[in-house]
């Protein structure tokens, strides 16, 4: 219905005005992007599909007229107008286009070496061929070929070499930060506090208001919706996110959401909170995560927090301890008493994987159970407001005392 519309009003206008249906869709895509569309997102995911179809073939169309012995027939001089545009007019361009925008200088860089280019200019050039041609003007083949030259010297440069320079300005997907969570609770809040506090955009979404307010007590941006509306996770801004995590306290809900975030978004990290399931955490195209640990009992450890029943630790794994700190850890993991929250690697800040193989050199931030009792401490002087404090404990970090005296009842034995 779209496609017809469009031909027609570009059908229509050609036959008011001669060159004028170019300009007729271009004023009608900005209609139609300021609009209230049902299913927009779909159409743009459809939109991009049949660009892709249509540029490949009107390239083809377009170089299947292009003369060689033209492009030969420039000289060296070609070669230095190419290389001005692409080193000079270029980054200028961008500069100037991008002046009040929120782009950093390493995207602002990345754009100027890799801005889209090409088709208008070729389609636009070989148009201006035929009429300087069919008016009998020299110079029409000369600038065809210019800017076919223009573009093949820009895909082969530049296009070759865009996966390297992304990587070399750490702007890839991979790279990406901020996150959004679903399900305002005090562990997912716990969490939000961590990226925000690093300077990384955070999203909260619930339907449910009274926790939403917790939220915005923390200065975190809230959307009262729910997440299984795919417009409600573009407005969250999932496409430029990091991380989604759904951690609810329905885990079959939790799944589901991490699902379609993953089909019609694709952030790099994708977790949830949600039960054990060989199928769903084996299949080789899952491209969700289960979050922290198998099987977590979220309501439980969401009521340890409200209670104040558990302590905020970190450690760092080392060269020397990794072994004797990867199975304390794990031992605890195994019992129920402690969580894995955040891993920090080369100084990015993630949400633990309960699949996460850990290095040396990785930071664990977990939640640790505290039971003593709440008299014992408020007497201590910690209150239910007070934020947890992030410390080293020992109860992870020392060896336990049973195998001490077994290691000193060893050496007594040896002696």
């Not at 679903?182 to 925000?196: D, K, Y």
């Amino acid at each position: 219905m779209v496609l017809a519309i469009l031909w027609s009003l570009f059908t229509l206008s050609q036959m008011i005005r001669s060159e004028s249906g170019v300009m007729t869709t271009v004023v009608a895509g900005a209609v139609f992007a300021n609009s209230s569309v049902p299913e927009e997102r779909l159409l743009k995911s459809f939109k991009g599909q049949l660009t892709i179809l249509s540029v490949s073939v009107l390239f083809i169309l377009l170089a299947a007229d292009l003369s060689i012995a033209s492009v030969f027939a420039l000289g060296w001089g070609s070669l230095l107008t190419v290389l001005v545009l692409m080193f000079v007019v270029r980054p200028i361009n961008i500069l100037f286009c991008t002046w009040n925008s929120d782009l950093n200088w390493r995207q602002k860089l990345f754009l100027s070496w890799v801005a889209p280019r090409g088709i208008v200019s070729a389609s636009v050039a070989s148009l201006f061929a035929i009429l300087l041609t069919q008016r009998g003007i020299n110079g029409g083949d000369s600038i065809k070929a210019l800017v076919f030259l223009t573009i093949i010297m820009t895909v082969v440069c530049q296009g070759l070499t865009a996966g390297w320079v992304a990587r070399f300005l750490q702007i890839t997907s991979k790279d990406a930060t901020g996150a959004v969570i679903v399900g305002c609770n005090p562990l997912s809040l716990l969490i939000a506090r961590f990226f925000q506090e690093r300077g990384e955009n955070v999203v909260m979404i619930d339907t449910d208001p009274q926790c939403l307010l917790q939220a915005e007590a923390q200065n975190l941006r809230v959307i009262a919706s729910s997440a299984l509306d795919g417009a409600v996770l573009e407005e969250a801004g999932l496409a430029s996110m990091g991380t989604f995590l759904a951690m609810t306290s329905n885990g079959e809900v939790n799944f589901v959401l991490a699902q379609r975030a993953a089909e019609e978004f694709n952030p790099p990290r994708v977790l949830a909170v949600f039960p054990r399931d060989p199928q769903a955490s084996n299949s080789p195209n899952n491209k969700v995560n289960q979050a922290f640990m198998p099987d977590l009992a979220i309501k439980t450890w969401n009521e340890y927090l409200n209670d104040g029943r558990v302590k905020l630790g970190t450690t760092t794994l080392n060269e020397s301890e990794f072994s004797t700190q990867y199975d304390r850890i794990q031992e605890k993991i195994r019992t129920g008493v402690l969580i894995p929250l955040l891993l920090e690697r080369k100084e990015r800040l993630q949400v633990m994987p309960a699949n996460q193989e850990w290095e040396v050199g990785d930071r664990i931030i977990y939640l640790l159970h505290d039971p003593r009792p709440s008299l014992l401490k408020r007497l201590s002087g910690a209150t239910q407001s007070t934020p947890l404090p992030l410390e080293k404990l020992p109860e992870v970090e020392d060896l336990p005392l049973a195998p001490l005296s077994q290691l000193s009842t060893t050496e007594s034995a040896g002696r």
